[in-house]
């Protein structure tokens, strides 16, 4: 009897044993197989509950009068292009009944629209989606308070109103969609200017077919992936510039920024990132806020003469938007790498956010090097493969000198040395595209070329200047430490009263544009602060349409005329003539196309931030293209601001380095 007990017991033993394994084997299988679905498909999150709101995304053909004219908008006579549209009406919630209304503006330059969600019953008053500290944070006059544009009389309260759009999306290993904006396109308006050219304005983006469908499971949410439309390029572009572009079109899918769209018809655009990434930048926008706090309150002060400039605070900047960028010391491999990663093959004088997608690149042609989050990296076997080559030609496409003279202390390297670091690595996401990151250690090829700023105030005057927005400075006279800190004469002479942090004996007077630096240094007397580098989050900008064609034998004349239209003194027109003629010239085209960013359009792209607050600020930014024969496209002549110098005046201009 034990005996059957014992060969029972090790029966059910094995039994159990054999089960137990078996169970394994297939979870292990479900496991495996789940995770390679996983991988090649999407994550999946189902919404519980129904949409928050019903109805569909209408254009609405009445103005409801939200939008109001800015300063700029009343110097030059104009109304502002606004569109609004009927954005659903909320089923539940204490918002039941309201019907959900967005008010889009043209930006005053270039960037994206001015946006703002509201909520009414009666389109009479309404309920403005924001936080009511955040605007109480900044003057109405400030860009970053809603009142600069709305009519705050129509407001009757700020709430977070609620939204199908969640402001984090998890997704499957480890990434996490991060909120940014609605998602807008500049298209013809069906208006003519006074000047008889086509008038655009900013919509929301209702058309997705040109977009990739996203595999994602909810209820209330569709997504789609951002692809890149492949750039026609003219016949008059210079050779360099044609093969630079023909590889982006060739190799450059997307973005990984990613669209949303609600059951109503509402796009909006999120960032592909990292949960810890989010929350750094959370922290960073906290301290942004509380920073720019205690300078407002400085500056009230500063204004009333209970301060002096020396007791205002660093003005704060604005924290770039969290993405997948990440440190060469993250990465878990044995191999050589770069200090930092970001956008790989960035574009000129400013940069988006999200990084780019790849295509007609096999999956055979990569091999692994290490990892990094949780991702394994790779990189291309091929070291001459056309990629690198326009990453390369990107970041060292410029004379040996110019390098030098935007990578100080750094030496140019050949092709093979360049590619031994990996300046470029690749990962796969969670639709199992591949990313492709760059290094961000060299600066990049172009960007703005040379701002300058005059100072010219009724009496001497100690000055406050800083950048209100992310901007990669590349090269500061005087030197750039989180500000400018200067004493302007009505002449125009500048002292800089943070001297201590310029060194003299690095500034080289042979470089181009910098020929009086040296000397200036020496004496501590600036004619101008002036500066180089790139815009952080932003696109640069480049409308084909605006602008001139001039020959290269009328440039000299051309800007010489639209200098003194606009009202240059002959010392600000020689400075500026004599850097971007020669530079321009460097370019051994017979044609150039030729616009004008203006005050409005570098307020939206590089805001700056002056105290005290000149009466008067005026902006010119030279945007142009050589061309090797006149262009197939029409071009409508811009119309220029002109300078008006009365009070406390500040003159500006700058230009696109090709």
């Not at 360099?240 to 059951?263: E, H, P, S």
Request: net charge negative; charged share 25%.
């Amino acid at each position: 009897m034990a005996k059957r007990r014992k060969k029972r017991s090790l029966l059910i033993s094995v039994v159990v044993a054999v089960f137990l394994f078996l169970a394994v084997v297939l979870i292990y299988k479900f496991v495996k197989d789940t995770t390679r679905v996983f991988r090649q498909s999407s994550f999946t999150l189902t919404s519980t509950g129904q949409p928050l709101l019903t109805g569909k995304l209408t254009r609405l053909s009445d103005d409801l009068g939200l939008l109001k004219k800015s300063e700029y908008d009343e110097l030059n006579d104009v109304a502002p292009l606004s569109v609004y549209y009927s954005a659903g009406v909320y089923a539940r919630g204490a918002y039941r009944g309201y019907e959900r209304i967005i008010a889009v503006r043209d930006p005053e330059g270039p960037g994206s629209a001015l946006v703002y969600i509201l909520a009414t019953k009666d389109r009479k008053t309404y309920v403005l989606h924001q936080d009511d500290e955040t605007i109480k944070l900044f003057p109405e006059t400030d860009w970053r308070n809603p009142y600069q544009y709305l009519d705050k009389k129509k407001i009757t309260k700020t709430d977070a109103l609620p939204s199908d759009h969640p402001d984090a999306i998890p997704l499957a290993s480890s990434f996490t969609l991060y909120k940014t904006t609605i998602l807008t396109e500049n298209v013809p308006s069906g208006k003519k200017s006074k000047e008889g050219y086509e008038v655009y304005e900013y919509r929301i983006q209702t058309d997705t077919s040109s977009f990739e469908k996203l595999t994602y499971q909810s209820q209330t949410i569709s997504l789609f992936g951002e692809v890149t439309k492949p750039v026609e390029i003219p016949k008059e572009w210079e050779e360099d510039a044609r093969v630079q572009q023909q590889l982006r079109n060739k190799y450059v899918k997307g973005t990984t920024g990613v669209i949303v769209v609600d059951t109503i018809g509402l796009p909006i655009t999120y960032t592909m990132t990292r949960p810890d990434a989010i929350g750094t930048y959370n922290t960073a926008y906290k301290t942004y806020l509380d920073r720019s706090k205690k300078y407002e309150d400085a500056r009230v002060k500063f204004e009333k003469k209970e301060i002096t400039d020396k007791d205002l605070p660093e003005y704060p900047l604005l924290p770039s938007l969290p993405n997948l960028r990440f440190k060469g010391s993250e990465i878990k491999g044995s191999a050589q790498f770069f200090d930092s990663y970001d956008i790989a093959v960035p574009y000129m004088c400013g940069t988006d956010v999200d990084l780019p997608l790849t295509q007609n690149i096999k999956d055979e042609e990569f091999t692994s090097i290490g990892s990094v989050f949780g991702r394994e990296l790779f990189i291309l076997k091929d070291p001459e493969h056309p990629f690198y080559k326009l990453a390369y030609r990107n970041k060292m496409g410029l004379s040996k000198e110019e390098f030098e003279s935007i990578n100080p202390g750094v030496k140019k390297v050949t092709l093979e040395e360049y590619v031994t670091k990996h300046p470029v690595l690749f990962f796969k996401d969670t639709w199992n595209r591949w990313v492709a990151v760059g290094e961000y250690d060299y600066k990049m090829i172009g960007g703005c070329g040379k701002p300058v700023l005059y100072f010219y105030p009724e009496k001497p005057t100690d000055i406050v200047v800083s950048f209100a927005k992310s901007v990669d400075v590349t090269y500061a006279i005087p030197t750039y430490a989180n500000n400018w800190y200067i004493q302007a004469d009505p002449d125009g002479t500048l002292t800089d009263l943070q001297s201590g942090k310029t060194d003299c004996t690095l500034i080289d007077p042979t470089k181009f544009g910098s020929e009086y630096a040296k000397s200036a240094c020496e004496l501590n007397q600036y004619p101008y602060i002036y500066w180089a580098g790139n815009r952080i989050g932003t696109e640069y900008p480049f409308n084909p349409h605006l602008g001139w064609i001039v020959g290269r034998s009328e440039l000299y004349q051309f800007l010489t005329e639209k200098l003194d239209e606009v009202g240059f003194t002959q010392s600000e027109k020689t400075d500026f003539l004599s850097y971007w003629v020669p530079e321009m010239e460097k370019h051994e085209t017979p044609y150039y196309h030729v616009r004008f960013l203006q005050t409005s359009d570098m307020n939206m792209f590089i805001p700056m931030n002056i105290t005290p607050a000149p009466d008067r600020y005026y902006r010119l930014f030279l945007d142009w293209k050589p061309l090797t024969d006149t262009p197939a496209y029409s071009v409508a002549p811009q119309e220029l601001d002109a300078i008006v110098r009365t009070g406390f005046t500040v003159v500006e201009w700058g230009g696109l380095k090709e």
